[in-house]
């Protein structure tokens, strides 16, 4: 179709500079200028659209903004074609392709969502408790259904992960705590050493990773610098012991989050100056370092991948995916305050694999199974969402956005026609969740 219009174009012009220099009649000059114009206005037209891009979509589909004003979601979880929006009171679950809503359950009277997990064969554990003290029950919820399994009193979670389909742990004040996801029942505990406590968590059907924060240097010995350590130690799913290994800070962690756990991936950033900030990940089978990605190069910026004013809070939407034994990550060039680039990295020695620029800011990274999905903004409401070649960051599949307004660091997902967004905010300028048909 590109090369129709530009031969069509250069036909016209051909035609045209013949009509003018041929002799002949004036009006027969005209008549063939006139034709040779209409030949290469769509040939023209055609060749230049062609050069912007595929042609732009809009949304199928948006759900009706936030009611009450300002409310915010604090997580999203996706089961197939349902994606589900979590508000501190209110769930909304929505069917991809039509934004019909699939079902809603409101939280317990005079309790908020404080505590989410991500969602695995359609289900998924929350932790509820009367702000602002901290939670003070557990359930589980079936995404299918929008029914509530179970719920119990006595349990504190400060954070949920998955250790596959049958089991969930939980951050339970100062230990983990294992229950099963499908009746509640207690599976195991895990204390932290003494001494210490556990900083953040995740969780695979493969094992669970913590991040501990220890006083002393070495509290199994009693000795130390008084400077803390930070340890990553990882469970098997029955809750036994597998390795601990040390992430090198010497002071307490300002940021301590587990990106990844197949394999362990840890963005650290240690308080004081001259400190660990960076991105560290380890073998899976015993916690040996394999590689440190610094946030901060000659080259590249990595965009602030962990920060208090972070999208959905209690499961934070990052400009940065782990995609197999590569991190891919929203940056910016030093000195510049739009992500225009992506950059992967290996996590096996840490070495930069590519760097690809964008046409426009980066808004979002997500990992897919054929993968990276990359959200650019360009400008005037018109977005782009690209999904690259993991080897070398070529876009393989491209699906430009007109009107989907997207702002800030939106969530993003996939279905098989569907790109589904979701928006922390949806009562100003932004709607809460939107389907945009893929390319």
Known sequence: MLATG???????????????????????????????????????????????????????????????????????????????????????????????????LDAPPRKSVCA???????????????APAPCDQLAA??????????????????????????????????QLAAFGLRDGAPAWTAAPTAGC????????????????YCATADPATGTGTGTGTTWLRAFAPTGAAQWRTNLGAENEPATAAVLAVDPPTVR???????????????????GAPRATIPVSSADYELTSLQKPSASFRLRPVRPVAVVGDLLVAAAAR???????????????????????KVDGQVRAVTAAPDGPLVAVERGRNLDVVHRLAGADGRTVERTDL??????????????????????????????????????
């Open 402 to 439: 007109r009107k989907a307004s997207l702002y800030g660091t939106p969530w993003l997902g996939r279905t098989d026609d569907r790109y589904v967004f979701v928006q922390e905010n949806g009562t100003t300028y932004t709607r809460p969740a939107l389907g945009v048909p893929r390319h």
């Open 268 to 286: 650290l950033t240690e308080r004081g100056n001259r400190g660990i900030d960076a991105v560290l990940s380890f073998a899976a089978a015993d």
């Open 141 to 174: 919820v079936d995404l299918r259904t929008g029914r509530e399994l179970w719920r119990k009193d006595g349990v504190r979670p400060s954070a949920i992960e998955l250790v596959g389909p049958a089991t969930l742990v939980a951050l339970d004040g100062e």
């Open 6 to 104: 530009f031969v069509g174009t250069v036909a016209a012009i051909v035609l045209l500079t013949a009509a003018f220099l041929s002799e002949g009649p004036k009006t027969g000059r005209l008549i063939a200028a006139v034709l040779c114009c209409a030949l290469a206005v769509p040939g023209s037209a055609l060749a230049f659209g062609r050069l912007q891009g595929p042609p732009s979509v809009r949304p199928a589909w948006s759900a009706p903004a936030d009611q009450p004003a300002q409310t915010v979601a604090v997580a999203v979880w996706q089961d197939g074609e349902t994606v589900v929006r979590v508000r501190a009171d209110r769930f909304d679950a929505y069917r991809a392709r039509t934004g019909e809503s699939a079902w809603t």
């Open 334 to 356: 030093p000195g510049e305050l739009k992500s225009t680039f992506v950059v992967a990295h290996s996590l096996t020695d840490g070495s930069r694999a590519w760097v690809r």
């Open 116 to 130: 989410v997990s991500p969602a695995v064969d359609g289900l998924a554990a929350v932790g509820y408790g009367s």
């Open 197 to 212: 406590g556990f900083r953040a968590l995740s969780a695979s059907a493969a094992r669970v990773v913590a991040v501990e």
